[in-house]
């Protein structure tokens, strides 16, 4: 199937590891060009060399930190300078620290809020003129299976997350006489550091190895199995393409079974 890339320019956030990066190779395959931000100078600039080299797309590397709106702004003024457009926004960013309501500061939220909610909210901003002037575009924010079932200890993540799916519901509406389209993709238990971390968090309190505690989520996926983050990258890629001009306003969960509502 032919996904229409080619000549179209992606923005991944956190486009140098785990999910990001999954996402920004498999663009990529498709004939998109790249503009890849992330925090960590050195592994972007591995991660963007090796995106080259394997898809011999153009990839230009931003280090930047989306909790900071003036880099935001950077990294897209540097996209267009380059590539004259940007046609896909993928937003994604690290989830913020788990724990329950009285173990987080005042703080915690404050820094969440700039990381999960306005991150996505401004690189909207900074990307949607010129996708209203193309009347074209796609706008595609990886947030969690927690916006349809909060997971325990997961309270930042649960509260943010679905604050940013309320945002690209009604944003999908206000463009897609545009052309545009806004939908979410909800990452289930997939394997990357992020998840890696977490597991060692939990099992940790629970005083049992990582592997144990990793079988306990296997055990709640119907698939039996943790995700891959190709497995959530194709999701996208379909979402970004010409062929998913008539879906906006979704938001699909990529998690093996594991969410256990109807809609």
Same mark, same amino acid.
């Given at each position: 199937m032919d996904l229409g890339l080619k000549n179209k320019v992606a923005l991944v956030a956190a486009g140098s590891r785990g999910l990001g990066r999954a996402v920004a190779e498999e %663009?990529?395959?498709? /004939?998109?060009? $790249? $503009? $890849?931000?992330?925090r960590d100078a050195q592994v972007l600039?591995?991660?963007? =060399?090796?995106?080259?080299?394997s898809t011999n797309a153009h990839v230009l590397a931003v280090p930047a930190d989306v909790t900071v709106m003036g880099d935001i702004k950077r990294v897209v003024d540097a996209g267009i300078e380059r590539f004259g457009q940007i046609d896909i926004l993928v937003t994604n960013? /690290? /989830?913020p620290p788990a724990g329950r309501f009285d173990q987080l500061t005042r703080e915690q939220w404050d820094d969440a809020i700039k990381l999960t909610l306005l991150s996505?909210? @401004?690189?909207a901003r900074q990307v949607l003129p010129g996708m209203r002037e193309r009347r074209w575009g796609?706008?595609?924010n990886i947030t969690s299976i927690a916006v349809k079932?909060?997971?325990? *200890?997961?309270?930042l993540s649960n509260s943010l997350r679905a *604050?940013?799916?309320? !945002?690209?519901?009604?944003?999908?509406?206000?463009? =897609?006489?545009? +052309?545009?389209?806004?939908?979410?993709? %909800?990452? /289930?238990?997939?394997?990357? @550091?992020? $998840?890696? @971390? %977490?597991?060692e968090m939990m099992a940790d309190k629970q005083?049992?190895?990582? *592997? @144990? !505690?990793? +079988?306990?989520?296997?055990?709640?996926?119907?698939? *039996?199995r943790l995700g891959e983050p190709r497995e959530l990258a194709a999701a996208v890629a379909f979402l970004a393409s010409e062929r998913a001009a008539y879906i906006t306003g979704t938001s699909i969960q990529v998690d093996g079974g594991w969410i256990r509502s109807l809609l």
């Open positions: %663009l990529a395959a498709e /004939g998109a060009s $790249l $503009l $890849l931000c992330a600039a591995e991660t963007a =060399a090796a995106i080259a080299e960013a /690290g /989830g996505a909210v @401004e690189l796609r706008i595609i079932q909060p997971v325990d *200890g997961l309270l *604050g940013l799916t309320g !945002f690209a519901r009604t944003l999908a509406n206000e463009v =897609a006489p545009e +052309g545009i389209t806004v939908n979410n993709v %909800l990452p /289930g238990y997939t394997r990357t @550091e992020r $998840l890696d @971390e %977490l597991a005083g049992i190895s990582v *592997g @144990e !505690f990793r +079988g306990v989520w296997e055990k709640e996926i119907p698939m *039996g």
